[in-house]
């Protein structure tokens, strides 16, 4: 059974930052990315970051140079340092997995940036 778990939303001021956590458990050895997407309220959910198997990023326009994406050993966990937060990254922010066979989803984690 595969899982993904996120933690390390919180709420920090404009120009803070944080770092997100996503633990996977299950088929490990099948992973082809890691993905962290969000979704701010009334919006639809969008990529952020993507980290593939032979180690290659992909980061959206709207955070290069400020959120980076990482992996601890055989990809626990899966990080995403986020600096110089914007309120308009107040989002959930969701961990995927695309696995040999299908894609799975974490619950989400809340990050809010106000001051």
């Known amino acids: 059974q595969v899982q993904l778990m996120e933690s390390g939303g919180g709420l920090v001021q404009p120009g803070g930052s944080l770092r997100l956590s996503c633990v996977v458990s299950?088929?490990?050895?099948?992973?082809?990315?890691i993905n962290w997407y969000r979704q701010a309220p009334g919006k639809e959910r969008e990529l952020v970051a993507t980290?593939?198997?032979?180690?290659?990023?992909n980061y959206a326009d709207f955070v290069k140079g400020r959120f980076t994406i990482s992996r601890e050993y055989y990809w626990n966990p899966v990080y995403l340092q986020m600096n110089s937060l914007k309120p308009e990254d107040t989002a959930v922010y969701y961990c995927?997995?695309?696995?040999?066979?299908?894609?799975?989803w974490g619950q989400g984690t809340q990050v809010t940036v106000s001051s």
């Open positions: 980290l593939t198997r032979v180690g290659s990023r």
């Open positions: 995927n997995g695309e696995f040999a066979r299908r894609v799975y």
């Open positions: 299950g088929s490990i050895s099948s992973i082809n990315a």
